[in-house]
T-cell receptor, first 115, second 115 residues
């Protein structure tokens, strides 16, 4: 079974600062995918960024980037130039290749961007 | 196009009653997932459908929970004899391809409150 650990229940930063959210995972699989989802108060889970385990290059999406350390089983999310609209719960998630088990989620980090 | 649609958005029911939650996935998506999100917790996997079949029901918490999917499209999650611990947000997600390059798209969830 896979486990995903997010060790920061809550973080707060000032607008325009850079913030890094931590995520570690445990798996014996070699083929898998990692995701960061954002959940604002509207409850909808919004995909922020994804990483294929076989790719060494870190994924980036505009202000969002990841630091994927496969050997260390670490998958942190960096948000640059944070904005008020980034305030939300952020969930790190793991999916085995094939997707049959769906996503295994961490417990989430509540990110608050202060004006 | 339309995203994943869930209904009702909110449901309040008395302990012991049965409830039915509905999920309408993105058109053409073959994979469908149900998750439960309890207050302050991450998302808990319940069940996965590929087409109309459910190869993995291991996440259903008890035999009071059942789910079906007909026509490879709409799915219903039924909870019989509801208990207070069933109170949670129930999220549905769909994807176009098993794992691989197709992330999960989530609905806005149904908030179930059992009084």
């Amino acid at each position: 079974a896979q486990t995903v650990t997010q060790s920061q229940p809550e973080m707060s930063v000032q607008e325009a600062e850079t913030v890094t959210l931590s995520c570690t995972y445990d798996t014996s699989e070699n083929n898998y995918y990692l995701f960061w989802y954002k959940q604002p108060p509207s409850r909808q889970m919004i995909l922020v960024i994804r990483q294929e385990a076989y790719k060494q290059q870190n994924a980036t999406e505009n202000r969002f980037s990841v630091n994927f350390q496969k050997a260390a089983k670490s998958f942190s999310l960096k948000i640059s130039d944070s904005q008020l609209g980034d305030t939300a719960m952020y969930f790190c998630a793991f999916m085995k290749g094939g997707g049959a088990d769906g996503l295994t989620f961490g417990k989430g980090t509540h990110l608050i961007i202060q004006p | 196009g339309a995203g994943v649609s869930q209904s009702p958005s909110n449901k309040v029911t008395e302990k012991g009653k049965d409830v039915e939650l509905r999920c309408d996935p993105i058109s053409g998506h073959t994979a469908l997932y149900w998750y439960r999100q309890s207050l302050g917790q991450g998302l808990e996997f319940l069940i996965y459908f590929q087409g109309n079949s459910a190869p993995d029901k291991s996440g259903l918490p008890s035999d009071r929970f059942s789910a079906e999917r007909t026509g490879g499209s709409v799915s219903t999650l039924t909870i019989q004899r509801t208990q207070q611990e069933d109170s949670a947000v129930y999220l549905c997600a769909s994807s176009g391809l098993q794992g691989r390059n197709s992330p999960l798209h989530f609905g806005n969830g149904t908030r179930l409150t059992v009084t």
